[in-house]
């Protein structure tokens, strides 16, 4: 069985519409795909309706934005309750604080670079959750850098003077809010150094763990040999499941469908502790 748990739709920072990126799944010739857009479920109900068509099973979950001391961690949670109250208005508070430091990074920005706000709304279409990669989409539209890579790895970096953090959950808390609403929290790409100077202390996994979290992802672009072996290291540490996914995003970055997967056995696991099923076709 072919699992990608992790990827992202135009609800969020993909460039594919759910139901597209279901038939894309299709094509790679997966079994099941994850929905995990950021801090959203908007992506959920369409994405369903594409069921039948594209054969895909659908594993429905987001991805959520914590910090921990200043540093980024994102949590990928599944099968969670997408009406349990305290986790909708997390979610709620973290999209309007991307979306209003995404507008005072633009105006920082439009200091120096050809773009405004209109340009970024105008990439972010229908999109939930705006943020740094509409952005990217906006320089590449004004001819500034050729893709939202080379974006990332200049203006938008997180050491770069016109960065701006925004409100995100502890990731304790999340957990434990994730566990609360039913679902089961999965650490995304802990040890992607390339993405910020600093990377979550292993301590804080710990305390993860001990608040619900239920595995690392492990094998992940953005992870090298290296990093792969000390995530897997770790999670077999605290006894947490080990994870791989694609975090696809269609045009917006090279990640490509199927490239990293999960296993059966954490799928199956998943499916027991959480809330909702697998919607298959």
Known sequence: MRIDPHTHSAYSDGTDTPAALMAAAARAGLDVVGLTDHDTTAGWAEAAAAVPETGVTLLRGAEISCSDDGVTLHLLAYLFDPDYVPLVDALAHARDSRSNRTRIMVEKLAADYPIGW?????????????????????LVAAGVFPNRSAAFS???????????????????????????????????????????????????????????????????RDHDSAQREQARVLAQRLGLGASGASDYHGAGKPNRLGENLMAPALLERIVAEGTLPLLTP
């Open 118 to 138: 209109e340009d970024v709304l105008a990439q972010a279409s229908d999109a939930s959750t705006i943020g740094r990669p509409h952005i990217a989409d906006a």
């Open 154 to 220: 200049g203006p938008l970096a997180t050491s770069s003077p016109y960065y701006v953090h925004y409100w995100a959950l502890d990731p304790v808390d999340a957990c434990r809010l994730v566990r609360e609403a039913g679902g089961v929290p999965v650490a995304a790409h802990p040890r992607a150094a390339n993405r910020q100077r600093r990377l979550v202390p292993d301590a804080t996994f710990a305390e993860m763990a001990a608040a619900g979290l239920a595995a690392i992802e492990v094998d992940h």
